[in-house]
């Protein structure tokens, strides 16, 4: 199985989504699928992440793909998960039987699903993490220059993210509401 997962913007969040979406698919007992991140087109943000004719574009760029992830920020905005539905809606159109488009927005930010798989400062408090709308200004990179990996590709994201996804058990009881979320319909494609 190939998947290619489709970021706002590959240029930082390729390093946190790819270990993450890996353990994710070992878990799901498919250690050997080929996890690649979009990189051509580079969309450079949520706004043309979410527009149709980015996704279409980039669907029809990549035959070989089998599973599309469209993974965003949801960044406080209430709306985000009904324009993603409405993107997959689209796409199920435009896509053969066996190939499906899934859009997941992490609540708030990707950041936070490394950020879950970390030991984090005994004075942080994960809800406030969680609830935070901007954690990765809040969190993610202070905890980044505490380890001393600003200047460490992706800011500190390869490391930190690799670090994570060794723990993705941790990950999966903290993020609930998008990981597991989007953990289960994949499960649901992989069995369907």
Same mark, same amino acid.
């Given at each position: 199985?190939?998947?290619l997962?489709i970021?706002?913007?590959?240029r930082?969040?390729?390093?946190?989504?790819?270990?993450?979406i890996?353990?994710?698919m070992?878990?799901?007992g498919?250690p050997r699928?080929?996890?690649?991140v979009?990189?051509?087109p580079?969309l450079g943000?949520?706004s043309?992440?979410?527009?149709w004719e980015?996704i279409e +574009?980039?669907?029809n760029? #990549?035959?070989m793909?089998?599973l599309?992830?469209?993974?965003?920020?949801?960044?406080?905005k /209430? %709306? !985000?998960k009904?324009s993603?539905?409405?993107?997959?809606?689209?796409?199920a159109?435009?896509l053969?039987?066996?190939r499906?488009?899934?859009?997941e927005?992490?609540?708030?930010?990707?950041e936070v699903?490394v950020?879950?798989?970390?030991?984090?400062?005994?004075?942080?408090?994960w809800q406030?993490?969680r609830?935070?709308? +901007?954690?990765?200004e809040? #969190?993610?990179l202070?905890l980044s220059q505490?380890?001393n990996?600003?200047?460490?590709?992706? /800011? %500190? !994201?390869?490391?930190l993210a690799?670090e994570a996804?060794r723990r993705y058990e941790?990950?999966r009881?903290?993020?609930?509401?998008?990981l597991?979320n989007?953990?289960?319909?994949?499960?649901?494609y992989?069995?369907g």
């Open positions: 199985m190939k998947i997962v970021p706002e913007d590959f930082k969040d390729q390093y946190t989504i790819k270990p993450i890996t353990a994710m070992a878990k799901l498919k699928t080929k996890v690649m979009c990189q051509d580079l943000g949520v043309e992440a979410l527009k980015n +574009n980039t669907i760029q #990549y035959p793909v089998d599309f992830l469209l993974c965003v920020d949801r960044d406080g /209430e %709306g !985000r009904t993603l539905e409405k993107l997959e809606a689209r796409a159109k435009i053969s039987e066996r499906l488009l899934l859009a927005n992490a609540w708030q930010e990707i699903w950020l879950a798989g970390q030991d984090l400062p005994k004075d942080w408090n406030d993490v609830s935070e709308i +901007n954690p990765k809040t #969190y993610f202070p505490q380890r990996l600003l200047n460490a590709p992706g /800011e %500190g !994201r390869k490391k690799e996804a941790r990950i009881q903290l993020c609930p509401e998008d597991v989007l953990e289960n319909r994949i499960n649901a992989i069995a």
